[in-house]
């Protein structure tokens, strides 16, 4: 590779826990080059909060570009292709788009041989440079073990952390963090027979203690009241300020440190909240990620298509009736 990078520039995409992955993948991937990172932060509907109620941006921890600065290159945001294509100025551009970052991670390699003064990445996911389009097992656990240390040392908005911390202190030192993710990743949820066996089998372990989260607070009800008549203690996060963890508010980034301080998580497996939630706990080989259910995805992919196919014909009368005004 290239002995000297002057630069690397991350655009994170998506909601704030892929942001979160992108950005300290980025910072172990300008660590490798000996380069700085640089973020260019800019709000969208999966992640609509500015940065500074995310990070800690007077830490000096993050170096933040300008809204509206101009990338190396000369490319807006907008114009950068999918994939790993070089521009302008000795710039290397990556967006994984749906193959993902890893996919191109030996592609980049390979180019990081010739002269580059910046790399700019446009992501929402996870990506380590060291190795090949996919990771062994091995390879896995050592990029956790390197994703658990950011993540412990990477500071958030000083409100989200002090939350966070007064949750936690009064959780008991074993506790189950269990994380439900139904509303846009309803089709891709577990049975919840399989999440019951789950709980079940990590009550032992964790001295039946649990601290639930999830995207609604009607679910989180729901399993509370599960929880308690099945002999467990169960701590949520009744404050005014909290916010169901569905990614749309930076509050639900609470939820996301309290998780990472569980003794064992049980999530569901789809979801990248519950997954760095456990792996920023260090516990990830002795938590629980849930599959999909085959059937439930069929079920509920079937049940979309029904009420879209049902009501196309008033939809496309009121689309019309608006066009035509």
Not at 9 to 34: E, H, T, W
Not at 60 to 69: A, C, K, T, W
Not at 70 to 97: C, H, N, S, Y
Request: aromatic share 8%; no cysteine.
């Amino acid at each position: 590779m290239s002995a000297h990078v002057p630069r690397v520039v991350l655009v994170p995409r998506n909601g704030y826990v892929n942001r979160l992955q992108a950005l300290v993948s980025s910072q172990l991937l300008a660590n490798d080059l000996g380069a700085p990172l640089q973020v260019l932060w800019e709000p969208e509907p999966a992640a609509p909060d500015d940065v500074s109620r995310i990070l800690d941006t007077g830490s000096g921890q993050v170096r933040l570009l300008e809204p509206g600065s101009a990338l190396p290159g000369g490319l807006a945001v907008q114009e950068i292709p999918v994939g790993l294509t070089r521009g302008p100025d000795e710039t290397l551009f990556l967006a994984g788009g749906l193959a993902g970052e890893q996919h191109f991670m030996p592609e980049l390699r390979s180019e990081l041989t010739k002269p580059t003064k910046s790399v700019v990445i446009v992501a929402g996911g996870k990506f380590w440079l060291p190795v090949s389009s996919e990771l062994t097992g091995e390879e896995a656990g050592v990029f956790r073990a390197a994703r658990r240390d950011m993540y412990q040392n990477l500071k958030l908005n000083t409100s989200i952390e002090n939350r966070a911390h007064q949750i936690t202190r009064k959780l008991p030192v074993r506790f189950l963090g269990l994380h439900l993710r139904y509303s846009d990743r309803n089709f891709q949820a577990p049975m919840k027979r399989s999440v019951r066996k789950a709980i079940r089998e990590m009550g032992p372990s964790v001295d039946w203690n649990v601290y639930v989260a999830g995207d609604s607070r009607g679910t989180v009800e729901k399993w509370r009241t599960w929880l308690e008549q099945n002999g467990w203690r169960v701590w949520v996060d009744d404050s005014t300020e909290s916010s169901p963890s569905d990614g749309r508010s930076s509050a639900a980034l609470v939820d996301w440190r309290v998780l990472g301080a569980a003794h064992r998580l049980v999530y569901f497996s789809e979801s990248s909240f519950g997954e760095e939630a456990a792996v920023a706990s260090g516990k990830f080989k002795e938590s629980i990620g849930l599959q999909t259910s085959r059937l439930r995805s069929t079920y509920t992919k079937g049940s979309y298509h029904l009420r879209n196919a049902l009501s196309y014909p008033s939809r496309h009368w009121l689309d019309s009736k608006s066009q035509r005004r």
